[in-house]
Nanobody, 120 residues
Framework: QVQLVESGGGLVQPGGSLRLSCAAS????????MAWSRQRPAKQRELVAT???????NYADSVKGRFTITRDNAKNTVYLQMNSLKPEDTAVYYC??????????????WGQGIQVTVSS
């Protein structure tokens, strides 16, 4: 059993910053790639950023230069630093992690989602 819990969302003004966190816990042997996705109103879920266990990172074009994904392997936690936020960044943000459990079963696990609203 693996759980992912997100935190750090909320309401912020345009141009502001937020930092999202997502901690994985449970029967974890190893955490591989971790990622953030988002679902904006009336839109499909889209991948925002990914980070491998080797610290290779990729970003959606819409967030490059504004968002930074990092991870703390000792804490099985991934972060998303969001700067210069725009109203179009308003969405429910989801983290996911590719995890090998203690039973040596590998699956992708998702958090419950957290709301980010950018508005004046």
């Amino acid at each position: 059993q693996v759980q992912l819990v997100e935190s750090g969302g909320g309401l912020v003004q345009p141009g502001g910053s937020l930092r999202l966190s997502c901690a994985a816990s449970g029967s974890i042997f190893e955490v591989h790639t971790m990622a953030w996705s988002r679902q904006r109103p009336a839109k499909q879920r889209e991948l925002v950023a990914t980070i491998t266990s080797g610290d290779n990172r990729n970003y959606a074009d819409s967030v490059k230069g504004r968002f930074t994904i990092t991870r703390d392997n000792a804490k099985n936690t991934v972060y998303l630093q969001m700067n210069s936020l725009k109203p179009e960044d308003t969405a429910v943000y989801y983290c996911n992690a590719d995890v090998t459990t203690l039973a040596r079963i590998q699956n992708t696990h998702w958090g419950q989602g957290i709301q980010v609203t950018v508005s004046s």
